[in-house]
C-alpha cells in the first residue's frame, strides 16, 4: 500500500476538513475564550522576550513559580486522561469507549499545552534537550520525565491510530499505561525525593500526583462528555466516572486528612509552617479542597445518575482545584525557606518565603489554557474523533 | 536600593555634575556587559566592563601596596591582568595587619574604577554649592587659585587685602599617608597657623588623656592581655589593626575576657565575654568607680605606684573624699554595683596582663577627657604599662628625615581658635575654628584648602558648616571624589587614588615594628589626575614669587632685611631663607624621597626588599616565618619589643601623672572630677542620639562604593522594639529624626540592641552632591542633626550629648 | 585523590564581612543582594534590653558544603552538576538548563542564579581562580581579619585541617540529612 492509503487508514482524518465552526451560543463562548487567553499568552511570551528571567517573581529562596505549578497541572490532566483511556481500551471498559479517542488526543494536547508553559520556565531548552540525552543523570527525577513523557506520547499516539484503524491496540494500550502511571508518580517524586523537606519527602506528593491526576482526567472525560458527545451512548460511562469520582475522591481526602494531621501532631518545624501558611489558606480548603475534592464528590454521590449537567459543571471546579492543588504543593515544598539567619544587619529575619507570580508569569500559565483549546478545536476539526 | 541600575551607569561612566564647555565625562566604552561573562575586557582606557572582574588563572603582575580606605594602612598585594586591578590580596609579611585585607579593603578596586572620580581640575563657574564647574587643565587651576576668576578671589588678591597674614588661608586634612606633605608644604612653607584634621572630631581626648598621663597614647598587646575593659571602642565593627585581629581570636574562653561596655549591642559585645549596658555619657563615673573599688579594698599593684606614679596619695583621697562609691555610680551609670565591684576585682586581679582600652574615635560628652584620664590611671594602678600582656609603647624603626627650610612671616598671626578650649594644639578644634571663622574675630579666615577631608559631612551640624563655607573667598579642595565639600569648592585638584600614587614611607612601631611602603600598582587611569605631592609642587611653582611679592610688600622685618640687596643678593635671601616655597619640594616624585628616607637609615638593600615587597624591618629574612596558611611568625617572642621604657615613662616628669595641676590654671579639673552640670540628661519622651561604625564603611569614603553597598545599601535608624511598636513603627518605616539644629528622614530598624533612651544610626550616607550616583541622598547624615557641643579641654566635638525626637512619617 | 573540606572557627567570626566581598571580587560574581555564594547568617537577639540573649549572639559564617552525598548532584538531570576533582561540586554552566530543582533540594541555601549565564552558580572554593594557579587558600580564608577559616585537604593527615578536626570539637549543619557536608565549625 502507499504511503497515502497508510496515512488514510491509521490517521483518521476527517474527509472534509473545515476549520470553520457552527456558530452557536457554546462554540462561540468557546472561540472567544480561547482567543483572549491566547492573546495572554503572547502578552506573556512577549514579556518573557524582553525581560527574560527577570520578568518572573522567582527568587533565590523561591526558584519555583507559578509556570511549574501550571505545566504541572497540564501534565496531570494529561497524564490522567491518557491512563483512563488507556485502560479503557486495555481492560475493554465498554462504558468509556464512545470518548477513548478523544480523551486520548486531549490528554496528549493537554500534554503540548503543558509544554507551551514549560518552554518558558526552563531556562535553556535546547540545552535541555541536548543534555538529558548526552549525559542524562539516572539519579534525577526530571531525567526520568525526559524518559517518560516521550514514551507516553508516542505510546499514546500509537494507541489512537490503531485504535482508530480498528486493530488490536492493546499492547500499545498497556504501556501507555504504564508510562504515563511513570510520568505522573515520577513528577510527584520530584517533591517526595526532596529528603531536605520534611514536609515534602516521603510517599504522599507520588501517590495524590497520581490520584489526583486521574481525578482530573475524570473531569476533563465529563466535560469532554458533556460538549462533544452529542447522543446517548456515553450514558453508562457517566455513571462510570462518577463511581471513579467517588472512591479517588475519597481517597484524596483521607490522604489529605492523614498529611494534615501528621503535621501538625507534635507541631513539627519545616512542617507546621507549612500547614499554617498553605493548609489553612482559602487556595487551599476552598479552592483545592471545596472546589477539587468534594463538590465533585457530593455531585457524584447524590446527584442524578444519568445526568452529566451538574457534574461537568462540578467538574469544572474541579479543575480549578486541580490547578490550585498544584499551586499548593509548588508553594509548599518552598515555603519554609532552609537559611534562617539573617545575613544583612537591615533585614527582618527571614520567615516564610512570600512569593506572588507577576504578570508575566500569570499570563503565560492561564494563557496556556487558550492554547489547549486552540489545540482542542483543531483536533475536533481535522481528526475523526466519533 | 537599584545596584542593577547604577550598574548600568556605571558602564556609561557619566559625571553627573554640570561640566561647561568640557569634554565628553569620561573615556569608558559603553559595552552592555550584561549578559557577557565576568572576564575583564580592557577597554581603552584600561576600565574593566563589570563591577567585579573574575581573577584569571595566568601570568599577572602582582605589585605590594597599602590600602587607603581608612587608617590602618593594611598591607596589600595587588593583582593586575592586562591592565586592570583585579584583586586586593593581604601581603602576609605586615606584622600590623597580620596578613588580612577587610571587606573595605578588597573593595578599594571599586574606588579606583569608581566613575564618578574627579578626573580633571575644576573651577567654579556658578554659585558656590550649585554643581557648576569648567574643565580647566591644571595651569588653569593654578592660576585661577593665584588670581581668582570672575567668581571668586585669588591668593593674590587675599593676602594683599589682609596684609601677608599667611593665617588668613586656613587649611584642613583628613588622615593619609600624605597628610603630612600637604600639612607641613601649608604649614611650613606657606606659612599659615590655621591647621585643622579629624584629631578634635575623632581621637584628639584620648591622645590628651593618655598621653597627660601615661606619656603616650601607647598600643595594646592584645596577644598577652588577659583582661581587657573596651569601653564603647567597637573594635569587631571599627577595625583597627591588630588589635581588632588579636583580641577576637582570643575571647569567648579561649584566653582573654573582654568587657565590652556600650549602651547598644555591637558586634563587639556579642564577641566579649560580658556586655554591660550604660547610660550615654556616664563612662566617666563607672570608671570613677571602678578605681574606688581598686584604691578601698587595696587591690592596685602597691610596687608598681610606689616606683612609677606622682600624685597617687592626691588622687586617692580625690576618689575617696568624693565617695565615687559604686552605689554611687549605680544610680548615674545604670550598672549594677555589684557588676562594677566584680569587673574592677576581676581586671586587677589579672593585671599587669589587664588594659582598659584606651579607645579611639573619643568624645562621648564634654567629659571626655577626664573619662580617657581616668582609663589611663586606672590601668596603671594595674601596673600594666608598657608590659607584656598590658599598655605598651613599643620600638619604632627611624626613617630619614627629610627637613624643611621654614620661612618666617612676621606679619602671620596666631590661630583664630586659640582660646575656644584649654589646650588648643597644632591640629585646633575644628569647631572652635569653624565658630572663630564665622565670628571673623579675631581676624577674618579668607581662604581655605582642603586635603582629603568632607567637613561639610564630618562637622556635627552641618548647616552651620555651610555657613561657613560661604564665609570663604577661597575654597581649593584636594580630593579624589566629588563630595559635598568638592561640591562647596571653588577650585577643584584631582588627586589619583591610592592605587595610582606613591606616598611618604612610614615606619609602625609597635611590639613588632616594621617599615611599610605604598607604591602605586598601575598608573593613574585619569591620566589629568596627580598624587598630591605633585600638586603641591605644581601650585608651589606656581604661587611662589607672589607670594613673595606680597611679603616683602607687608612684612617689616623681611623690608629690613633686604633693605638695600641687589636682586642677586635679594634671590639669595629669597632662597636661603626658605622663601621659595619650591624647596622642599625639589624631588621629581615620592619615591625619590622615600629613597632618600630610607636608604640614609637602613641602606640600599633595606630599600630594594622595600620596593619589592611592600614591607621591611631588620632581620626580617630569619625572623619571618610561615607557620600555616592563617598564621606567620613576624619576630620570634624574644625580640618582640615588650617593655621599652625601662621604668622612665614618657611624660616631663619620667612618672605617670595622676594629677595635671597645670590644669588648675585653666580652671578645669587636674583630676577626673565627675561633674554632674556638664552631664546631658535625656528628657521623658526624648532619645539621646549615639553614632558608631559598621564593619563595611569608612566615614564618607565609603559612600559609593557598589560593591560595599551591596551590603547594607542604606542607613537604618536603630530605634527600641518596643518605643517603636508604641509608635507604631515597623521595620522599614520612614521615620523623621529631628534635633534642635536639623532633621533627617531614615528607615527605621526596631531592635533590642538599643535601649529605650537611645537612637542610633551609622555615619557614613546622607550624602547631598549629586555627582556621587550611588550616595546622593542615599540614608541620612547624622552631622544632620549632631549638635555642635564643644569640650572644653581640646575643644573636642562631643558627639553623644545631642537629644532628639523621633515619629513616624 | 585530595578531598577538600573547610573548618570554621566561628567564635572568632566579627560579621566584617570581608569575606563576602573578597569572594565577589576574586570570583567576579554580581553585585546584588541575593546573588551571594557565601554569607555570614547573624540572628536578630531575643529578649529585651538590656536582657538580651547571648546564645543568640553568634556570627554563623555559610557556603555551598561541598557535600559528599551531595542532593544537588542527585537530581540534577543533566549532570550540570558534578563532583570535580578534590571532591569539590562544580555547576558546568554548559549543561545547566536552569530547571533549579538543585536550588530546591540542597538545604543549605547555597545556590543562586547567574544572571549572565541564567545557570545556577555556587561557592566553588576558588577551585577555577586561586586553587588553578596553584594557590592553597581560597579568597574568603586569606582575608579574614580574624582566620576563621581553614582550607585544605581531608585525605591528608598532616594538613592543617586535619590536624585541627582530629584536636577539636566540631560540629557540620543539617548533618541529620545525610549529605555530608563538608563545612566543619569548631566548637
Same mark, same amino acid.
Given at each position: ?131 538529558? +540525552? ?30 482508530? +484503524? ?13 508510562? +504515563? ?118 455531585? +457524584? ?86 | ?614 614591607? @621591611? ?147 557614613? @550616607? ?44 | ?187
Amino acid at each position: 500500500m502507499a504511503l497515502k492509503d497508510y496515512i488514510k487508514t491509521y490517521l483518521p482524518l476527517r474527509d472534509k476538513i473545515s476549520l470553520k465552526p457552527e456558530l452557536n451560543g457554546v462554540n462561540l463562548l468557546f472561540i472567544v475564550a480561547s482567543l483572549i487567553l491566547i492573546g495572554v499568552y503572547l502578552y506573556g511570551v512577549v514579556g518573557f522576550l524582553l525581560h527574560g528571567h527577570h520578568a518572573y517573581n522567582v527568587s533565590r529562596e523561591h526558584p519555583w513559580g507559578f509556570l511549574v505549578s501550571a505545566y504541572e497541572f497540564f501534565v496531570a490532566l494529561s497524564m490522567g486522561t491518557i491512563a483512563i483511556a488507556a485502560s479503557a481500551v486495555f481492560f475493554d471498559i465498554k462504558a468509556l469507549k464512545p470518548i477513548v479517542k478523544r480523551a486520548l488526543i486531549f490528554g496528549l494536547l493537554a500534554l503540548m499545552a503543558g509544554f507551551a508553559v514549560f518552554l518558558f520556565e526552563i531556562g535553556h531548552p535546547i540545552t535541555m534537550i541536548i543534555y538529558t +540525552a548526552l549525559s542524562g543523570h539516572p539519579t534525577s527525577a526530571l531525567f526520568w520525565l525526559g524518559v517518560f513523557y516521550p514514551l507516553t506520547m508516542l505510546f499514546t499516539f500509537l494507541t489512537f491510530i490503531f485504535y482508530s +484503524a480498528g486493530k488490536n491496540a492493546k499492547i500499545f494500550a498497556m504501556l501507555t499505561l504504564i508510562f +504515563a502511571n511513570s510520568s505522573i508518580l515520577t513528577a510527584g517524586s520530584i517533591f517526595g525525593l526532596l529528603n531536605n523537606n520534611p514536609f515534602a519527602s516521603g510517599v504522599f506528593y507520588p501517590i495524590e500526583f497520581l490520584l489526583s491526576g486521574i481525578l482530573g482526567g475524570i473531569f476533563l472525560f465529563a466535560i469532554i462528555a458533556k460538549f462533544f458527545i452529542k447522543d446517548d451512548s456515553f450514558k453508562e460511562g457517566v455513571l462510570y466516572l462518577k463511581e471513579a469520582t467517588i472512591v479517588i475522591a475519597s481517597l484524596l481526602l483521607i490522604m489529605y486528612l492523614i498529611k494534615f494531621l501528621t503535621a501538625i501532631y507534635g507541631n513539627m518545624p519545616g512542617k507546621i509552617e507549612v500547614v499554617e501558611t498553605i493548609f489553612y489558606s482559602p487556595r487551599f480548603w476552598l479552592f483545592e479542597l471545596t472546589f477539587g475534592i468534594i463538590i465533585p464528590l457530593v455531585v +457524584a454521590i447524590w446527584g442524578r445518575k444519568d445526568q452529566i449537567g451538574m457534574f461537568c459543571m462540578a467538574s469544572v471546579l474541579g479543575l480549578i482545584g486541580l490547578m490550585a492543588a498544584r499551586i499548593n504543593v509548588v508553594e509548599a515544598v518552598q515555603v519554609v525557606p532552609k537559611q534562617l539567619m539573617k545575613i544583612r544587619e537591615y533585614q527582618l529575619p527571614p520567615s516564610i518565603t512570600h512569593y506572588s507570580p507577576s504578570l508575566v508569569e500569570w499570563s503565560i500559565g492561564i494563557g496556556a489554557i487558550g492554547i489547549f483549546m486552540a489545540l482542542l478545536f483543531l483536533a475536533e476539526r481535522t481528526l475523526k474523533l466519533d | 536600593m537599584e545596584v542593577e541600575v547604577s550598574r548600568r551607569k556605571f558602564l556609561r561612566g557619566s559625571v553627573k555634575m554640570t561640566i561647561l564647555g568640557g569634554v565628553a565625562a569620561s573615556t569608558t566604552e559603553t559595552i552592555l556587559a550584561s549578559h557577557s561573562n565576568s572576564e575583564h575586557k580592557p577597554t581603552a582606557s584600561n576600565i574593566p566592563s563589570s563591577i567585579t572582574t573574575k581573577t584569571g588563572t595566568g601570568k599577572a603582575k602582582e605589585v605590594p601596596t597599602l590600602c587607603e580606605i581608612c587608617v590602618n594602612k593594611c598591607a596589600a598585594i595587588a593583582r593586575i591582568e592586562d591592565g586592570i586591578v583585579t584583586k586586593l590580596d593581604p601581603n602576609p609579611l605586615f606584622p600590623k595587619s597580620k596578613n588580612m585585607l577587610c571587606a573595605r579593603g578588597n573593595a578599594g578596586i571599586q574606588q579606583l574604577y569608581d566613575p564618578d572620580r574627579l578626573k580633571y581640575p575644576l573651577i567654579r563657574v556658578g554659585k558656590r554649592g550649585e554643581g557648576k564647574f569648567k574643565r580647566v587643565t591644571w595651569e588653569e587651576a593654578y592660576d585661577a587659585i593665584l588670581n581668582g576668576t570672575k567668581d571668586f578671589k585669588g591668593l593674590k588678591q587675599i593676602l594683599d587685602e589682609e596684609k601677608n597674614n599667611r593665617s588668613t588661608v586656613g587649611y584642613c586634612a583628613g588622615e593619609g599617608m600624605a597628610e603630612h606633605t600637604f600639612q607641613n608644604w601649608m604649614k611650613c612653607k606657606f606659612g599659615s597657623l590655621n591647621f585643622v584634621n579629624h584629631g578634635t572630631i575623632c581621637l584628639t581626648t584620648t591622645i590628651g588623656g593618655y598621653t597627660l598621663t601615661i606619656g603616650s597614647y601607647g598600643a595594646v598587646d592584645f596577644e598577652n592581655a588577659k583582661y581587657v575593659i573596651m569601653g564603647g571602642a567597637n573594635r569587631a565593627e571599627a577595625i583597627v589593626t591588630p588589635d581588632t585581629m588579636d583580641i577576637f581570636k582570643r575571647t569567648k574562653g579561649r584566653g582573654a575576657k573582654l568587657v565590652c561596655i556600650d549602651p547598644r549591642f555591637t558586634h563587639t559585645a556579642a564577641k566579649a565575654d560580658l556586655w554591660i549596658p550604660i547610660k550615654v555619657g556616664t563612662d566617666l563615673a563607672f570608671v570613677l568607680a571602678l578605681t574606688y573599688v581598686a584604691l578601698t579594698e587595696e587591690l592596685y599593684n602597691k610596687d608598681f605606684v610606689a616606683k612609677y606614679v606622682n600624685g597617687f596619695e592626691e588622687y586617692k583621697n580625690h576618689i575617696i573624699s568624693n565617695k565615687y562609691t559604686p552605689e554611687w555610680a549605680e544610680k548615674i551609670t545604670g550598672v549594677k554595683a555589684d557588676t562594677i565591684r566584680k569587673v574592677a576585682r576581676d581586671f586587677m586581679k589579672a593585671a599587669p596582663q589587664a588594659i582598659y582600652y584606651q579607645g579611639r574615635r573619643s568624645t562621648f560628652s564634654q567629659q571626655d577627657f577626664q573619662l580617657r584620664r581616668a582609663q589611663a590611671i586606672f590601668s596603671a594602678l594595674g601596673g600594666g604599662i608598657d608590659t607584656k600582656g598590658g599598655i605598651i609603647f613599643g620600638k619604632k624603626l627611624p626613617l630619614g628625615k627629610h627637613g624643611t627650610n621654614i620661612p618666617v612671616y612676621s606679619t602671620t598671626k596666631d590661630r583664630v581658635d586659640y582660646d575656644k578650649a584649654a589646650i588648643v594644639g597644632s591640629t585646633g578644634t575644628w569647631l572652635g575654628f569653624r565658630d572663630a571663622v564665622l565670628e571673623g574675630k579675631p581676624y577674618p579666615v579668607r581662604s581655605m584648602f582642603i586635603y582629603k577631608h568632607n567637613p561639610m559631612l564630618n562637622l556635627p551640624n552641618i548647616d552651620k558648616t555651610r555657613k561657613m563655607f560661604e564665609k570663604f573667598d577661597l575654597v581649593v579642595a584636594i580630593d579624589i571624589m566629588p563630595g559635598d565639600t568638592v561640591m562647596m569648592s571653588d577650585v577643584v585638584l584631582p588627586e589619583c587614588t591610592y592605587l595610582e600614587r606613591e606616598d611618604p614611607v612610614k615606619s609602625y612601631g609597635g611590639t613588632m615594628p616594621s617599615i611599610a611602603l605604598r607604591q602605586k600598582v598601575i598608573d593613574p587611569i585619569y591620566p589629568e589626575t596627580k598624587p598630591v605631592y605633585n600638586i603641591i609642587k605644581g601650585l608651589a611653582e606656581k604661587i611662589s614669587k607672589p607670594m613673595w611679592e606680597i611679603a616683602k610688600k607687608y612684612d617689616p622685618v623681611i623690608q629690613k632685611d633686604i633693605e638695600g640687596m641687589t636682586p642677586e643678593q635679594e634671590e639669595e635671601y629669597y632662597r636661603k631663607n626658605g622663601h621659595d616655597l619650591t624647596d622642599w619640594l625639589k624631588a621629581e616624585s615620592q619615591e625619590e624621597v622615600n629613597e632618600h628616607m630610607v636608604v640614609s637609615k637602613w641602606g640600599k638593600e633595606a630599600w630594594e626588599i622595600l620596593r619589592e615587597k611592600g614591607v @621591611f624591618y631588620p632581620n626580617m629574612d630569619k625572623y619571618f616565618k610561615k607557620i600555616n596558611d592563617n598564621e606567620y611568625q613576624y619576630y620570634p617572642e624574644d625580640k618582640k619589643f615588650y617593655t621599652t621604657k625601662n621604668g622612665k615613662f614618657p611624660t616631663p616628669s619620667g612618672k605617670i601623672e595622676f594629677v595635671l595641676p597645670n590644669m588648675a590654671t585653666k580652671g578645669l579639673d587636674p583630676m577626673p572630677t565627675w561633674r554632674d552640670e556638664l552631664y546631658v540628661k535625656v528628657p521623658k519622651g526624648k532619645f539621646k542620639f549615639i553614632t558608631g561604625r559598621h564593619a563595611q564603611f569608612t566615614q564618607n569614603n565609603t559612600q559609593n562604593n557598589p560593591v560595599l553597598l551591596d551590603i547594607i545599601p542604606e542607613n537604618y535608624l536603630w530605634i527600641n522594639s518596643r518605643v517603636a511598636k508604641e509608635k507604631g513603627i515597623k521595620f522599614g518605616d520612614l521615620v523623621e529624626v529631628s534635633s534642635e539644629v536639623g532633621k533627617v528622614r531614615i528607615k527605621a530598624y526596631p531592635t533590642e540592641k538599643i535601649g529605650p533612651e537611645n537612637l542610633f544610626f551609622v555615619h557614613g @550616607f546622607g550624602a547631598h552632591s549629586e555627582a556621587l550616583t550611588l550616595a546622593y541622598n542615599n540614608g541620612a547624615a547624622d552631622n544632620e542633626i549632631i549638635k555642635d557641643v564643644i569640650e572644653p579641654y581640646f575643644g573636642a566635638a562631643a558627639m553623644h550629648t545631642t537629644i532628639v525626637d523621633v515619629r513616624k512619617v | 585523590m585530595a578531598r577538600y573540606g573547610m573548618a570554621l572557627d566561628y567564635k572568632n567570626c566579627i560579621n566584617c564581612k570581608a569575606c563576602e566581598v573578597a569572594c565577589k571580587e576574586e570570583n567576579g560574581v554580581l553585585l546584588g543582594a541575593d546573588k551571594h555564594r557565601i554569607w555570614v547568617g547573624q540572628n536578630e537577639l531575643s529578649g529585651e534590653w538590656p536582657m538580651l540573649n547571648m546564645s543568640d549572639a553568634s556570627f554563623l559564617p555559610s557556603q555551598c558544603q561541598h557535600c559528599e552525598e551531595a542532593p544537588c548532584q542527585e537530581v540534577c538531570p543533566t549532570n550540570a552538576t558534578y563532583f570535580a576533582d578534590g571532591g569539590i561540586v562544580m555547576v558546568d554552566s554548559d549543561k545547566c538548563i536552569l530547571c533549579s530543582y538543585c536550588m530546591n533540594a540542597c538545604p543549605y541555601d547555597a545556590r543562586y542564579v547567574d544572571d549572565r549565564t541564567m545557570t545556577v552558580d555556587k561557592c566553588t572554593f576558588c577551585s577555577d581562580t586561586r586553587l588553578a594557579r596553584g594557590e592553597t587558600t581560597t579568597a574568603c580564608q586569606a582575608t579574614c581579619p580574624t582566620k576563621v577559616r581553614i582550607f585544605g585537604d581531608l585525605d591528608d593527615p598532616n594538613s592543617e585541617i586535619s590536624k585541627v578536626l582530629r584536636e577539636r570539637e566540631h560540629f557540620s549543619l543539617k548533618s541529620h540529612l545525610g549529605t555530608k557536608p563538608k563545612l566543619f565549625y569548631l566548637i
